[in-house]
Each structure stands twice: as C-alpha cells, then as structure tokens.
C-alpha cells in the first residue's frame, strides 16, 4: 500500500533522514520504534507531504506522492495525528471533527462518520460543545484521532499517541487503535513506548538517527536482544 | 445632550476605524505580519468610489460594492506578490516590506493621478436631520453607522459559520495542523486578505462620504488610528478590532467635545502607549507566550 524508497530528509543543512525505506501492506499495523530524535516524525512529516524528500520517492497504491501539496496527500487517503496533537483549542470539539472532513462533500457519509467517531470515543460525544483546549490530555489525544478518523482515510498515520498519557489511558488508547485497523484502516504507528507498539503491531522497524537499522515481525523484534537492550528497558 | 452628540460622532467614527482594523487584526492573525499598506488600501477604495460615483454614475451601494471588490483584488495582489516570497523570511523583512508596498501605493497613486484631492459629492445621500430626544443624528451617519454594523455581522458570519471561515481559524490558529485537515494555506491567505482589503475599501467609501475630501496621503493616519485600535483590542482578535475602533472613535469624540480638538490624534498615539505599557495583548487578548 504505502512503499517508502530509500529517502533523505534534509532540515536545512542537517539531514534528518538517510536513505529509509519501509513498507507498509493493506491492513497492517506497522510500528516504527526508536529514541527522541531518531526521525520518526520527519518521516511521518515527509509521508503526509509536510516535508520535501530530498532524494528517493514515496509510492501510494503504486503512484508516487513525495512532494506533493499535503491537502493531496489527504484526499488521497492518508490521515496524519501528529504529535503533540495539535488540536484547534480554540474550536468547540464538533468544529474540530468537522475540520477533519474539510476535502469531503458527502454529507451523508460526514454524518455517519461522526456517528462512528462518538461511537469510539464516548467522551468526544459529551464534550462535542466544549472548547477543545479545556479537555484532558487523553480526550485531546482522542479528538486528535477522532479528527483524522473525520477524513475516512484507508492509512492512518499517528505519531506517539501514548505521549503524556496515564498508563490505563496508553492500554485504552491502543484498544481503540486495534478497533481502527479491524475496520479496515491500515495504521503505521510512531511510538517510544517500544512495548505497547510491538504489542499491537504485525511488523516494526527500528530507526536510529535518521536510519532503519533493523525490521522485522513484531514478534522477532520483541526477542531480538539488540531490541531489547535498547527499547525494552534490557532485561 | 452636547455630550450624547459627541458620542454619536465618535461611534460613527469609530465604525470606520473598526472596519479598517479588521483587516489589520485578520491579517496578522493569520500572518503575523502588520501590513502597513492597509491604510492605502483604504484610500484606494475611497477613490474606486468616487470615480465610480462621479464617473460611472452609480449609487451609494454599487459604488461601496465595486470599491469592496477592487480592494479585495488589490490586497490578494499584494500578498501574492509582496508577502508570500517572504513567507518564511524574517519578520523585520516582511515589515519593511509592507512600508515600501504602503509607500509604492501611496506614490504610485499620485504618479498616476496627481495629488490634488477629491470632494465627494454631498448630493449621494439623503442628508436629513433625525432628532431622537433632543439629539440630532444625521440620517448620513445613521446609514453609515448601519452599512458599518451589516458588514461586521457579515465577517462573523463568514469566520464562525462557513468553511473557508474555519480553514480561516484552522491557519491562524495552527498552519501545520490545517494542512493536515487538508486546508490549503495559500488559499486561505489569499482570501483573509481579500476580506480584509474588502472591509478596508468598504471604508474608503464611507470616509469619503463623511468627511468628503479625499486625497492620496488619506490612508497614513486612519491606517495608523485603526493600528492602534487592532493593537487595543487585542490584535488577532476580531471582535477586539471591533470594540477598539469603536472605543477609540469615541475617546477621539469625547476628546474634542472637551475642546481640546487639536489633541485628537495625539490621543490616540497616548492610547497605542499606555495599551502597550500596562496591556500589551490588549483588551480582548490573553498572555499567551510564544511558542518556541
């Protein structure tokens, strides 16, 4: 579904990617793990148009997209939580959900889509009046999924949703993360809690400044010591 | 009643200060620029106006539409051209940039049709008096008053409730975010700067019929009155443009009833000061720091 080939990533004259590639297949959920600065979210930035590739190309159900104007990218197919969430706080909750349908005209399907987006998270729906920057971090971690969710997309991006959360906050929001891809959304995950993404994934690279250094099933990555050592807290 | 008189004048005053500050507190919203050229868009709706008053014989309202239309081209031109190049530049150079484009109108203006000013004619309007409890209101400035009111309501109508008024919000408030939601930011830009333009050419008109001379340096101290009325409110905050202009036009007004009317202008320069030293954010404004 998603093939990223051998990309680099500049910010200015640093390089924050070199040569990555990943992919991604209909229905997985795939995990990128790795430390603080590791790339991560340049990568993420670069898939939803973002960020310019400097070499290498990004191909979608088989048609390049590197480089192209984000609001393409997103009528494409591909929805990006970023980190940090970065919710509209000064709109009511309803506003932002409706924000994530900006490109859709359908509003029979808008309507369902915000049913199926209280369905999953309750909460949104008691708040849907209230100003999104009054809500808990995991309820704006929730509208911030909920919000891409609002684009109908086939490939989630989510960057470090477990960011900030409560340990039982982190187990319900991948739940819902596991919900989203048996309805057919294809996920690539961003995560530092190594633990929790392996958990959930099918597969899971590993990237280290700016480079894919391992990948593999999730289960191989789970056993693997270098893993281990590094993410699982190396015991 | 004196009094209650001077009000009047300073609330219709005060609604052209407001409109211009619209555009000023609606750009930099989106931007973070302060485009100094809006007062000069000011005077070019003022003089769309007149010709298309005097020279194409039309009324008030199609003259205060064409002069609305002309202007919101002419601001998307300038960003186009002037602004968006320096998108990701320094904040100095986009200011610089934005005197030399105030300065380029004002002049070009006059290379084009000399300097001499304008009169509009006084014959536009119905100019009667309405006395409402011993004050007298001019049915002028009573309509001007009005036109001013429908065109803020209008603004909020289109911010709050239509889409490009949300992707509006969406840029100003975070332009990362927008773009995910798959907003296009250069569009947007383009049309806060054809909203604000509109708004500031709609006043041309109305400045034109109210104080009826107008000339190509008219747009220098409006522009900088309705700056400091953005800057009053709380700059980036519409209603905020809204209650500074006003309030502004009235603490002018007052200020003249008293007598003491070769102050007036300095007295709102004393208000930019006193804003800047004891409220910077403005009336309307929280203390957000900035995001590093």
Redesign the interface.
């Given at each position: 579904m998603l093939k990223v080939e051998s990309i680099d990533v500049f910010y200015g004259n640093i390089q924050a990617l070199k040569g990555v590639s990943l992919e991604v297949q209909e229905g997985e959920i795939v995990t990128l793990i790795g430390a603080n600065g590791a790339g991560k979210s340049t990568l993420l930035k670069t898939i939803s148009g973002l960020l310019k590739p400097k070499h290498g190309d990004i191909l979608y159900e088989g048609q390049s997209i590197a480089g192209k104007a984000a609001q393409m990218i997103v009528k494409q197919g591909i929805s990006h939580v970023p980190e940090g969430r970065r919710i509209f706080a000064n709109m009511t909750v309803e506003e932002n959900l409706e924000l994530g349908a900006f490109l859709r005209k359908d509003k029979d399907g808008i309507r369902q889509d915000f049913e199926k987006v209280y369905q999953l998270f309750p909460r949104l729906h008691e708040r849907r009046k209230q100003l999104a920057g009054t809500l808990s971090g995991g309820e704006q971690q929730m509208l911030a999924m909920g919000r891409a969710l609002m684009a109908r997309p086939r490939l989630l991006l989510l960057d470090e949703p477990s960011m900030g959360l409560a340990p039982l906050l982190v187990k319900t929001i991948f739940r819902i993360i596991e919900e989203i891809n048996s309805f057919g959304t294809t996920i690539l995950l961003v995560e530092q809690n190594a633990n929790m993404a392996l958990s959930v994934a099918d597969r899971a690279y590993v990237i280290e400044s700016g480079r894919v250094v391992l990948s593999g099933s999730a289960e191989e990555l789970n056993a693997s010591e270098q893993v281990k050592m590094a993410y699982l807290g190396g015991h | 009643m004196e009094l209650i008189q001077q009000l009047v004048n300073g609330i219709s005053l005060g609604s052209i200060y407001a409109l211009i500050a619209l555009g000023y507190t609606m750009v930099y919203g989106i931007v973070r620029l302060i485009n100094f050229a809006h007062g000069d868009v000011f005077m070019v709706g003022a003089f769309v106006g007149f010709y298309a008053i005097t020279s194409l014989n039309l009324g008030f309202f199609p003259a205060l539409l064409l002069a609305m239309v002309v202007c919101a081209l002419l601001g998307v031109i300038i960003e186009r051209i002037a602004y968006k190049p320096l998108r990701n530049a320094t904040r100095i150079a986009a200011l610089i940039t934005a005197i030399g484009v105030s300065l380029f109108i004002e002049y070009g203006t006059i290379y084009v049709r000399g300097a001499q000013p304008e009169a509009y004619p006084s014959t536009l309007l119905p100019d009667k008096s309405i006395e409402v409890f011993g004050v007298t209101i001019s049915s002028q400035s009573l309509l001007i008053l009005c036109t001013s009111i429908v065109l803020m309501i209008l603004l909020q109508l289109i911010v709050h409730k239509t889409?490009i008024g949300?992707?509006m919000?969406?840029v100003s408030?975070?332009s990362?975010?927008?773009?995910?939601?798959?907003?296009?930011v250069d569009n947007t830009i383009s049309a806060t700067f054809a909203i604000g333009s509109a708004l500031a050419g709609a006043a041309g008109v109305i400045f034109g019929i109210y104080y009826i001379k107008i000339e190509p340096l008219m747009g220098i101290i409006p522009g900088l009155k309705a700056f400091v009325a953005a800057v009053l409110g709380g700059i980036g905050i519409i209603p905020g443009a809204m209650v500074g202009g006003l309030a502004l036009g009235v603490i002018e007004a007052l200020v003249s009833g008293l007598g003491y009317s070769l102050w007036r202008d300095g007295v709102a320069f004393i208000v930019l000061i006193l804003i800047l030293i004891f409220r910077p954010s403005g009336l309307f404004g929280k203390n957000v720091r900035e995001k590093v």
């Open positions: - | 889409k949300k992707a919000r969406a408030y975070d990362e975010a927008a773009r995910l939601m798959g907003i296009n």
